[in-house]
């Protein structure tokens, strides 16, 4: 109905508007391209539209690019400042996809503030602390929403921070890694070593325990000497990491979506899910496998 209503109406109507929003909504995740299309057909027209414009930014967050959607967001905010869920998206995209946790903090502290028992929101907020360095603030918000119930996402999440402001708290300044947002492989090492170097990465802007990281470590050895997946022309280090640390998420039913794996790696989702089939069809990876699960 939708699709019919997009054709018969005329393209500077309101109707039509409606139906290209609707249909962008509805394909955003599952179909970015086509989302992104008639997200662009209702700016066409309706340039002022804030819906349109953030699902524009979902979809192209999607597609992996991350710089046009941060743009796309902060245009849906200057239209619509006090959307909670904007904010949340935005600063969910800078800290995870883009690596610039101190940018994200006050757009996430705007979400948190009008939506304080929403989990979801309080775990991006208390992740972005984290990674800004501000672990006990990160510790407050985790505290304050798991009062108000726990989640596993909370819990592991809270798990992190914990092990890693105790990490900060003995380790030399030296010693300290730098921002994740910052590492790129610049030099040609050998396949193998450059997607350890990506998935030690990737990892460590994930809510994952230890043992889950062990756990994706054995992943990615099975990977390459059983099931032989290697990094090559058409098989990136990067997607080919992303679809590891999928599989832990898979195997131990840990609530994140494609999107939110696929965006510390800087992959497109669709790339994230062709290489989790293969992988999981290459080694039969069930849900809660004895080889994987934690």
């Known amino acids: 109905m939708l699709h019919q209503l997009a054709r018969i109406a005329s393209p500077t109507s309101e109707d039509a508007a409606f139906a290209h929003q609707k249909l962008a909504e509805?394909?955003?995740?599952?179909?970015?391209?086509?989302?992104?299309?008639?997200?662009?057909?209702?700016?066409?027209?309706?340039?002022?539209?804030?819906?349109?414009?953030?699902?524009?930014a979902l979809s192209q967050s999607t597609l992996g690019h991350f710089r046009f959607a941060r743009t796309a967001y902060q245009r849906a905010l200057e239209l619509a400042p006090k959307n909670g869920s904007y904010a949340h998206n935005l600063g969910h995209l800078l800290d995870v996809a883009l690596g610039d946790p101190h940018a994200?903090?006050?757009?996430?502290?705007?979400?948190h503030d009008g939506a304080r028992s929403d989990p979801s929101v309080a775990a991006s907020y208390a992740h972005a602390l984290g990674r800004s360095g501000r672990w006990a603030d990160a510790k407050k918000v985790l505290g304050r929403?798991?009062?108000?119930?726990?989640?596993?996402?909370?819990?592991?999440?809270?798990?992190?921070?914990?092990r890693r402001s105790d990490d900060v708290a003995v380790r030399p300044p030296a010693a300290r890694h730098a921002p994740c947002g910052s590492a790129r492989i610049v030099s040609q090492p050998g396949a193998h070593e450059a997607l350890s170097r990506t998935l030690r990465l990737g990892l460590e802007r994930l809510p994952f325990s230890d043992e889950q990281r062990s756990r994706a470590r054995e992943l990615a050895r099975d990977a390459t000497e059983q099931a032989r997946l290697s990094v090559t022309r058409t098989r990136s280090s990067e997607s080919l990491a992303a679809a590891i640390a999928y599989a832990i998420v898979f195997v131990d039913e840990v609530p994140l979506t494609h999107a939110e794996v696929a965006a510390p790696f800087r992959v497109p989702v669709a790339q994230l899910r062709g290489c989790f089939a293969e992988l999981r069809a290459e080694l039969r990876i069930t849900r809660g496998d004895d080889r994987y699960a934690t």
């Open 26 to 56: 509805l394909l955003a995740e599952e179909e970015p391209w086509r989302a992104a299309l008639y997200a662009r057909r209702v700016l066409q027209h309706f340039p002022t539209s804030h819906r349109a414009w953030a699902v524009l």
């Open 104 to 111: 994200a903090v006050p757009w996430l502290r705007r979400a």
């Open 145 to 162: 929403a798991l009062a108000h119930g726990p989640t596993r996402e909370l819990s592991a999440l809270a798990r992190w921070v914990e």
